[in-house]
């Protein structure tokens, strides 16, 4: 006679059903639920995030005395950029330059400074030094300009020359690109060379084609930049202005040159700002 032997307990497990993990559920319903509210941050347009880029040619010391480049930015519109001689009020110097706003405060004073001016809240900056446009774009592998005027302009000891034409420039001669303003409307034509070269590096940093290269160009522009956002807050801007606001215009507050006490300012023409501020970054 055989007998069957069980196993203890066998026969006891074999008869349950298995209880559903749980707290596995609740887990992955939370990392879920927290993925969800990170993309619709970074992806739905809610809000009106605007950026003040901040740039300055000034090398040595401790940091740009004052800043030669101002564009402000919107995520889902466009970009408008500020001369800086305009003629403004800043607060607690009564008025000059705009861009000795940050020689009397940094980029908090020129923050308020511009929302007095515009009439707009500006509250994020990123303060670019402009040397370090070579190595955002030798990162990028070039960049592709359609270059207007002829270029001839010596950086640290080497003389870049840029013919007329839609061509790939190198690091050296992006910056060359980006500095010289030696064409009939000085520095007007070159912040509107600064406006054509921030527009094509977005674009071209974040074609698919580009998509290896893009961690090096973001360590170049860490490496050259400084700025009151998170990296979160900064992503954000970067893909939703690549989504919604790549499109947007891009215009030059307008104004006129005028020469007081021997000094050029940029008078605005606050009625026609109005209206460029609203077709670009209101």
Not at 73 to 91: E, F, H, N, Q, Y
Not at 128 to 139: E, L, R, S, Y
Not at 163 to 179: D, H, I, K
Request: hydrophobic share 35%.
């Amino acid at each position: 006679m055989t007998m069957k032997v069980y196993k203890v307990g066998r026969g006891l497990r074999a008869g349950r059903k298995k209880r559903p993990n749980y707290t596995r559920r609740r887990v992955l319903l939370i990392v879920f639920v927290l993925l969800f509210i990170l993309l619709a941050y970074l992806l739905v347009p809610i809000g009106g995030q605007r950026v003040v880029l901040l740039g300055s040619d000034t090398r040595g010391g401790n940091g740009p005395a004052r800043t030669d480049t101002i564009v402000v930015a919107r995520a889902t519109g466009g970009m408008l950029s500020v001369p800086r001689d305009s003629l403004v009020k800043i607060s607690g110097h009564g008025e000059g330059k705009i861009n000795s706003a940050y020689t009397y405060g940094g980029p908090d004073l020129t923050l308020k400074t511009l929302h007095d001016d515009l009439n707009i809240p500006v509250n994020d900056y990123v303060l670019v030094k402009f040397t370090g446009v070579k190595d955002v774009v030798n990162a990028l592998g070039g960049i592709t300009i359609d270059v207007k005027e002829p270029i001839n302009l010596g950086i640290e000891g080497k003389v870049y020359k840029i013919n007329p034409g839609t061509q790939r420039l190198s690091g050296g001669q992006a910056l060359a690109y980006v500095r010289w303003r030696d064409d009939p409307q000085g520095d007007i034509g070159r912040e509107q060379r600064q406006q054509q070269f921030l527009n094509q590096l977005v674009a071209q940093a974040t074609a698919p084609q580009n998509l290896p290269r893009l961690p090096g160009v973001l360590m170049a522009i860490l490496d050259n930049t400084d700025t009151n956002m998170n990296p979160i807050e900064v992503a954000r801007f970067a893909i939703q202005y690549k989504l919604y606001g790549g499109d947007g215009k891009t215009e030059l507050y307008p104004g006129h040159p005028q020469y007081i006490n021997g000094i050029s300012f940029w008078i605005p023409d606050k009625k026609a700002g109005e209206k460029v501020v609203e077709e670009t970054i209101d």
